[in-house]
């Protein structure tokens, strides 16, 4: 259905994709692997005319084609999701998917009550249960995830390009779109599927075709290959990642939550947290696992002073009662929160990678891009392998794995006496993964405390000492590391 040949694409300084070769099939879905930066993105914004000055020849159904556009691609109906969310925070659901393609009456004036009908059996069939008058910015990053799908699926396109679309949604949430993908399947739809997780590749993907550092190393059907096949095609060397078996050693308990309530934005009678306790020890990894929409996040807001209207409970540190009212309270107390929404809250894209590294630990007038700060970014560039010509590019040139690298890199450059970690390696190649794995374990070691908020299971697994699962704004149940089972995890989630 869809060919790239010979292609070559490169930026200022980088050669992102060399010579590559792709073939995708109708009715199937074709995926693309590879770690972070190898030129994934790239080369699907290649084939959906965000890029036009490339080498090489792309073909729809046997046609040359000439995308110098991306209207000519829409047209030629290929639909792309991208990996870094495209919807306009301020304008509604209905708005958001209608965009540039709005329906009108002969005079000009809106459709609008047919736009909302659309819009709400879109929304019915990606199950998102929301009204289409509600503002994308008071969506949640997964509940934007399925709004972009909703939007690939009103341009009826023939080919869906999906650049990691499950990166943001939980384990119901992705069951969930791929359902919907079997349904493009046997409707004769191109899928074109980007993932880190391997998991669910080997569920829905068909074909595979590996690329390493801008060059295409192997294709082939995915029933024919094994997890560790492709994790050593992709990385060129063997990664595992284990649950931990045992907890770290009992030290003194350095936050206490107690009776943590926090009461809806919209309905005052309602909360949506209700008699949260819990206490994090010293050098402790604490993991909380839920759905999406358990109130993970939330409560991470409210340890981090960022609702301190609309919360009642006690915190306290060290022993000493405490009260935020501003994220910089809380920061001057030790604590760091690495949110989940990279592009919204976690980085200023257009600034460089060493003044993001830098912005939380200088004074604002310390900001001046001195070699010292262009020495502690290296240092970092290093440590998480960020990949970079140099730490003078900027965040939105980077791949969208190492922008979530620098990300953490900002918070770990705290030294926080307690790391907030929501969500911290989505979108983070397996390889890069073990070793972030590895940097968090190094800063619990040293007496750090770590709060750990993941919708993956094995991550949870990996690195908790102790697990907290929530469900509906409770804590449901408590396991330690070792007696935790993906099973019971489930299970009081749901
Ligand atoms: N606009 C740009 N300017 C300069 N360099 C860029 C630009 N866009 C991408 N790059 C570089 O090209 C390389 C490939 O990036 P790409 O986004 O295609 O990676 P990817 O395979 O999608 O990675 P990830 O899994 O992290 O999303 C990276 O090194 C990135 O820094
Ligand atoms: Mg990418």
């Avoid at 008071?138 to 709004?147: F, M, R, S, T, Y």
């Avoid at 953490?408 to 979108?427: H, V, Y």
């Amino acid at each position: 259905m869809l060919e790239a040949i010979n292609i070559s694409k490169s930026f200022p300084g980088v050669k992102v994709l060399d010579k590559v070769n792709f073939l995708f099939y109708p009715g199937k879905v074709n995926a693309i692997l590879g770690e972070n930066g190898a030129g994934k993105s790239t080369l699907l914004k290649v084939l959906t005319g965000v890029y036009c000055d490339f080498e090489g020849q792309i073909r729809l159904h046997g046609e040359n084609m000439q995308f110098k556009h991306i209207k000519d691609a829409q047209h030629a109906g290929i639909a792309i999701i991208h990996q870094e969310l495209n919807l306009i925070p301020s304008l509604s659901i209905t708005e958001n998917l209608f965009l540039g393609r709005e329906l009108h009456h002969s005079l000009g004036v809106l459709r609008t009550s047919e736009m909302e009908s659309v819009a709400r059996s879109l929304l019915r069939r990606v199950q998102l249960e929301k009204d289409p008058s509600t503002l994308v910015k008071n969506l949640k990053v997964g509940e934007q995830q399925l709004i972009e799908i909703a939007k690939a699926l009103l341009a009826n396109a023939g080919v869906i390009l999906m650049d990691e679309p499950t990166s943001a949604l939980s384990d119901s949430e992705i069951d969930n779109l791929h359902r919907i993908i079997q349904e493009l399947k046997t409707e004769g739809k191109t899928i074109v599927y980007i993932s880190h997780k391997m998991e669910e590749l080997f569920r829905i993907a068909d074909y595979y075709t590996v690329l390493r550092d801008g060059i295409t190393v192997e294709a082939g059907e995915m029933k024919a290959v094994s997890e560790a096949h492709l994790i050593r095609k992709m990385v060129g060397r063997e990664v595992v990642i284990r649950p931990k078996g045992q907890k770290c050693k009992e030290s003194s308990t350095i936050l206490k939550v107690a009776n943590l309530h926090l009461q809806h934005p919209l309905v005052k009678a309602k909360n949506v947290l209700h008699d949260i306790s819990f206490e994090l020890k010293r050098g402790e990894i604490l993991g909380f696992f839920g759905l999406m929409g358990a109130g993970r996040t939330e409560l991470m807001e409210c340890l981090f002073g960022m609702v301190p209207d609309r919360m009642s409970g006690m915190l306290a540190i060290d022993g000493k009662p405490c009260q935020f009212n501003s994220p910089k309270d809380a920061i001057s107390q030790g604590l760091a929160f690495a949110t989940e929404d990279r592009k919204m809250e976690g980085l200023v894209l257009g600034m460089d990678i060493s003044s993001n590294i830098s912005l939380t630990t200088l004074k604002v007038t310390e900001l001046l891009n001195t070699d010292q700060e262009r020495q502690f970014a290296q240092d970092y560039i290093r440590q998480l392998a960020i990949k970079t010509p140099s730490e003078d590019q900027f965040c939105n040139n980077l791949s969208g794995g190492n922008q979530q690298k620098v990300v953490l890199a900002k918070w770990l450059a705290t030294k926080p006496q307690i790391l907030i970690l929501d969500e911290p390696t989505r979108g983070i190649d397996i390889n890069a993964k073990s070793e972030i794995y590895e940097l968090i374990q190094r800063l619990a070691n040293s007496g750090k405390s770590i709060i750990l908020v993941s919708s993956e299971i094995p991550e949870i697994l990996a690195l908790s000492d102790r697990i907290l699962v929530m469900a509906e704004g409770r804590i449901t149940a408590e396991f330690s590391a070792g007696e935790a089972r993906e099973d019971d995890l489930l299970k009081y989630a749901i």
